[in-house]
């Protein structure tokens, strides 16, 4: 049995980060320790037994954040169990179907064995920073794309998979 997880994230503008508070209280409910943590803010994985690593989408990428957190602590990361969520999409189109990895993420996953990704909505909001962020809300595509219930199913999974014996 795994008794500490960390989720962390890479967040721009707060959505993704909210999407991994959601998976980080599903866990906690299952009983598991669990802290939720910008990617930019861990300094080791060492004392984790267990890692869920997520990164909103930018044209094509993970956040940075995201993806040097994974570069930075590759090593450990590949001796424990790993799962990967991606948020992006500015449409229904992760609640109605599955969206595969961007290449990078994709990479990863093969070279620590992560157990599983998923992609979820997006959100972007007024407010938001960034000069295409802001173009995206100009032309009116913006939104919150995100499905909480589909969020918590992916997490009981992981929980689920976590409290095995």
């Known amino acids: 049995m795994t008794d500490t997880v960390l989720v962390t994230y890479g967040s721009t503008n707060g959505s993704t980060a909210q999407?991994?508070?959601a998976v980080a209280e599903v866990l906690?409910?299952?009983g598991l320790t669990v802290d939720a943590l910008?990617?930019?803010?861990?300094t080791s994985v060492a004392s984790y037994d267990a890692v869920v690593v997520g990164g909103g989408l930018y044209a094509g990428r993970w956040q940075k954040d995201a993806r040097r957190f994974v570069r930075r602590h590759?090593?450990?990361?590949a001796e424990r169990p790993v799962w990967f969520f991606s948020s992006g999409p500015l449409d229904a189109s992760a609640s109605e179907r599955d969206i595969p990895p961007v290449r990078g993420v994709r990479r990863a996953m093969t070279r620590l064995s992560v157990r599983e990704h998923v992609t979820f909505g997006g959100c972007?909001?007024?407010g938001a920073k960034?000069?295409?962020?802001g173009m995206i809300l100009s032309s009116g595509k913006g939104g919150d794309f995100r499905n909480f219930d589909a969020i918590e199913t992916w997490a009981a999974g992981v929980a689920r998979e976590l409290t095995r014996a």
């Open 19 to 21: 999407i991994a508070e």
């Open 28 to 30: 906690r409910k299952d």
């Open 38 to 42: 910008p990617a930019g803010a861990v």
């Open 74 to 77: 590759r090593h450990l990361l």
């Open 124 to 126: 972007l909001e007024e």
């Open 130 to 133: 960034g000069r295409v962020a």
